[in-house]
C-alpha cells in the first residue's frame, strides 16, 4: 500500500506538494490562535468529592474563594495609620468602582486581625472574581493588576488567578527559550549527520508542519472540551521530537535505495514500502499510548493526550506526504550542499563498521550483555521503590516569579506555613454538630487540627480545618484521609475539600486508572506489533524491555526531583515528592517513544530475516543498518527535549529531564544492546506464533517489500 502512495507521490509530486501547502498555510493561519482557546490548570477530578465541594462552594458561598491576595505592606506606616487605610482604600476603591460584583475582604471591611501581619506593618485583601471562567477570569486579573499596585505601600498579588497567569507568561516564555535553543542546534547536527543541506532541512520542514498542524487540531478540540495550555509545551515537544525521528528514518532510507542504483520514483516507492511503513506503525503505536491518557478524570491530563495525538499524527502523515513530495521533487538532489566525506551505504551493505563491531560482540556474549544490562536497569528502578506523590502549587514556579514571591510574603507575615481543608456540613441538630466538631478538635492526628465555623446557606455549613505544614506533604494528605473517615451522626452529611482533598483525590484516582491504561496501552501494542512483524514473542519481549527501561529512568527522577539532588545543577527547588500527574504523562509518551524505536529496529531485522531466514545474522545487521540512524535520532531528540529541561517551571522541567535520561538510555544501552542480546538467546523463536495468527499475518499482516 505505501509503496504504491510512494509511486504515486512520485508521479504527482507538483500536484501533492501544492496541496499539501495550501492545507499547511489553512493550518497555520487557524492554528495560531489555539492560545486563546486554552484554559487553566485542569487538576481537579471531576465528580470526586473535592470536585463537588468546590462547585457547590461557588454556589452557595460565592463570596467564599480567594481568586486574588493582595498584600500592602510598609517599613514605616502600620495598617492602622491613615495614610495606609486611605492608600488601601483608593487602590481597592478604584477596582471596585470599575467592577462592582467583584467581592473584597479587607480588614477595614471585616476587621478580622487574620489579615494583619503580626507586626501591624501589612494586611492582606481577598478578591472574590463573580462567576466567570479562567479565561474571562485571567483577563479581569490582567486588568485590575496594574490598578491594585500602589506606589506608596510595597505590593504583592497572588492567589489562582496570578499563579495562572505566571504559567502562561512563563510557558510562552519558556517555549521561545527551548526554541532559540534546540532549533540552531538541531541544524547544526542535522547537517553533520545528513552530511547534506538539502537532507538536514527535513526535520526541521517536517517539525514546523507537524507543530502548526497539530495547533490547528487542538483549537478545533478545544472548541468542545477543555484543553490545558501545557498542552502547547507536549506539542512542541512531541512534534519536533518525532519529526526528527521520521525525517531521519525516511530521508536515510531513500538516500540508501539512490546510492543502491535506483532511479527517484523506485527509490521513492521502495522508501515509502519501508521506512515509510515503520513510520506509519510508529505514529499509531505512539499515538495509541498517548490516547491512554483519555482514560483519567483529569482534564489536564486528556488535554495533554489531545496535543501529544496531534502532534505525532499529523508529524506522521507529514513524514508520508510532505515529505516524500519534497524527496521526489529533490531526487539526487537531496545530496545538495554535501559536507566532508560521507556517502550514503546501500541497501544491504554491511553498515557502519562500529556498529557491526558492537553487532558482532553481542551476538558472541548474548547472556553477558543481558544479564549485566539488566541489572543496572533494575539498579536504577531502586529509587522509585519510596517514591511519594502530591499535586501542583505555585511552587511549580521559581521564587522570583511574582505569584510565587507573593505566596512566600503571605507565608512569612500571616502565620507560617498553614494548609486548609473545606468541610460542607449539611443537616444534623445542634447538638450532633457540636458533637462533631469536639471530635474532630481531638481527632487522632499528628497536625494541630483547628475548625472554625466560616458561614451558612440555609442547611449547609461552611467549616474551615486548618493546621501548620504544606498543603501537598504525605502529612496533610494523611488529615484529610482522617477527616473523611470520622463517622457522621445519622441525617447529617460532609463533603471535605480545598487544595490537599483535591490531591488526595487525583492520587487516587490515578492509581485507579493505573492499571486500566496499562492495561489499554499492552493490549494495543500486542495487537500493533502483531500485524507488524508476525510474532507474538516480540511484542512480549518489547513490552518487558520499555518497562525495565522505563523503570529504571523513573528511578532517576525519584532520585533527582523528589530526593533533590541535582536540584542546584538544573536549577530547581525540591518538593520532596512527586506530581502524580507527571509519571503518568511520562509513561504515556515514553512507552510510545520507545517503541518508536523499537519498531525501526524491528523492522530492518524482519526485512534481513525475510530475506535470510538467519536470526543471528539478520539480528546483528538490524543493528548495523539502524544503530547510527536511531542515536542519531536520539541524540536530535535530545537537543529538542534539552531546551525543555531548562524550564523554569518544574513539572515542566521534569518531563524534559525525564525523557532526556529515557531517550538516551533507551536508543543506546537497550536498542543496541539489551534488545539484540535478548533476541539472540531467543532465536528463532523470535518469529513464533500459533497457527492461526501465524497464517492471518501471512494473508493479511502489513509487511515490508
Known amino acids: ?45 471531576e465528580g470526586s468529592e473535592s470536585w463537588d465541594a468546590a462547585t457547590t462552594i461557588r454556589d452557595d458561598f460565592p463570596d467564599q474563594p480567594v481568586d486574588v491576595f493582595v498584600i500592602y505592606r510598609s517599613d514605616d506606616l502600620v495598617v492602622t495609620d491613615q495614610a495606609f487605610a486611605d492608600e488601601v482604600a483608593a487602590r481597592v476603591g478604584e477596582v471596585t468602582a470599575a467592577h462592582p460584583d467583584l467581592g473584597v475582604r479587607s480588614f477595614y471591611t471585616t476587621e478580622s486581625p487574620a489579615l494583619v501581619s503580626e507586626d501591624q506593618h501589612a494586611t492582606q485583601v481577598l478578591l472574590t472574581f463573580p462567576g466567570v471562567g479562567d479565561e474571562a477570569g485571567l483577563t479581569l486579573f490582567r486588568e485590575i ?35 532559540a535553543i534546540s532549533l540552531p542546534l538541531v541544524l547544526l547536527l542535522s547537517l553533520v549527520i545528513f552530511g547534506s543541506l538539502a537532507a538536514a532541512a527535513m526535520p526541521t520542514l517536517v517539525g514546523g508542519v507537524a507543530v502548526l498542524g497539530a495547533f490547528a487540531v487542538v483549537r478545533m478540540i ?279 482533598a483535591t490531591t488526595v483525590d487525583i492520587v487516587a484516582a490515578v492509581g485507579d486508572r493505573l492499571p486500566w491504561m496499562a492495561l489499554t496501552v499492552v493490549v494495543v501494542m500486542m495487537v500493533l506489533l502483531f500485524v507488524a512483524f508476525g510474532s507474538v514473542v516480540l511484542p512480549i519481549k518489547a513490552i518487558l524491555m520499555n518497562t525495565v527501561s522505563l523503570g529504571a529512568s523513573f528511578g532517576a527522577l525519584t532520585w533527582i526531583f523528589q530526593d533533590g539532588h541535582l536540584s542546584g545543577l538544573l536549577n530547581f527547588e525540591p518538593t520532596g515528592y512527586l506530581d502524580a500527574t507527571q509519571p503518568i504523562l511520562m509513561l504515556a509518551v515514553l512507552f510510545g517513544l520507545s517503541m518508536d524505536y523499537e519498531v525501526f529496529l524491528l523492522s530492518r531485522i524482519r526485512e534481513e530475516w525475510d530475506r535470510t531466514h538467519d536470526n543471528t545474522a539478520s539480528v546483528a545487521a538490524g543493528v548495523q543498518h539502524t544503530g547510527r540512524i536511531i542515536t542519531s535520532a536520539a541524540l536530535l531528540l535530545s537537543v529538542v527535549i534539552a531546551g525543555f529541561a531548562t524550564s523554569d517551571i518544574v513539572m515542566i522541567k521534569f518531563v524534559g529531564v525525564g525523557m532526556l535520561v529515557a531517550v538516551l538510555l533507551d536508543a543506546t544501552v537497550v536498542r543496541a544492546l539489551l534488545v539484540p542480546a535478548t533476541m539472540r538467546l531467543l532465536g528463532r523463536a523470535n518469529w513464533w506464533a500459533p497457527g492461526p495468527l501465524r497464517r492471518w499475518w501471512e494473508r493479511h499482516g502489513i509487511r515490508e517489500h
Open 1 to 45: 500500500m505505501l509503496t504504491r502512495w510512494g509511486a504515486f507521490v512520485a508521479r504527482r509530486r507538483v500536484a501533492v506538494l501544492l496541496a499539501c501547502v495550501a492545507v499547511v498555510a489553512a493550518a497555520a493561519a487557524y492554528g495560531l490562535g489555539v492560545f486563546g482557546s486554552l484554559s487553566n490548570g485542569g487538576y481537579f477530578v
Open 145 to 179: 493588576a496594574p490598578e491594585l499596585r500602589s506606589e506608596v505601600l510595597t505590593t504583592d498579588i497572588g492567589g489562582p488567578m496570578a499563579l495562572y497567569d505566571d504559567v502562561n507568561t512563563q510557558v510562552k516564555e519558556d517555549i521561545a527559550k527551548a526554541e
Open 222 to 500: 478545544a472548541g468542545v472540551a477543555d484543553v490545558s495550555v501545557f498542552a502547547i509545551n507536549v506539542i512542541t515537544l512531541l512534534g519536533m521530537g518525532l519529526a526528527i525521528d521520521y525525517a531521519l528514518f525516511v530521508v536515510s532510507r531513500f538516500r540508501e535505495e539512490l546510492a543502491a542504483g535506483d532511479g527517484t520514483a523506485a527509490a521513492l516507492g521502495r522508501t515509502m514500502g519501508t521506512a515509510g511503513r515503520t513510520v506509519f506503525f510508529s505514529g499509531i503505536i505512539v499515538a495509541a499510548s498517548l490516547s491512554s491518557l483519555l482514560l483519567f478524570p483529569l482534564s489536564y491530563l486528556r488535554s495533554l493526550g489531545y496535543g501529544g495525538m496531534a502532534a505525532v499524527l499529523v508529524a506522521m502523515l507529514a513524514s508520508l506526504t510532505v515529505l516524500p513530495a519534497v524527496l521526489a521533487l529533490l531526487g539526487p538532489r537531496i545530496e545538495w550542499g554535501r559536507v566532508g566525506r560521507r556517502r550514503p551505504a546501500g541497501r544491504h551493505s554491511t553498515g557502519h563498521h562500529r556498529w557491526a563491531a558492537i553487532a558482532h560482540s553481542v551476538m558472541r556474549r548474548p547472556v553477558a550483555y543481558a544479564v549485566s544490562i539488566s541489572a543496572v536497569l533494575i539498579v536504577l528502578g531502586g529509587p522509585l521503590l519510596h517514591a511519594e506523590f502530591g499535586g501542583v502549587d505555585e511552587r511549580v514556579l521559581p521564587r522570583e516569579a511574582p505569584s510565587r514571591a507573593a505566596s512566600i510574603v503571605q507565608q512569612d507575615l500571616f502565620g507560617g506555613e498553614r494548609s486548609s481543608a473545606d468541610l460542607l456540613v449539611t443537616g444534623g441538630s445542634e447538638a450532633d454538630l457540636a458533637a462533631y466538631a469536639d471530635r474532630l478538635g481531638t481527632l487522632d492526628t499528628e497536625a494541630d487540627l483547628v475548625v472554625v465555623p466560616v458561614a451558612t446557606a440555609g442547611q449547609v455549613a461552611l467549616w474551615q480545618a486548618s493546621w501548620p505544614g504544606h498543603s501537598q506533604s504525605q502529612e496533610s494528605q494523611q488529615v484529610v484521609k482522617d477527616l473523611r473517615a470520622e463517622p457522621v451522626p445519622d441525617g447529617m452529611s460532609v463533603q471535605v475539600g480545598g487544595a490537599t
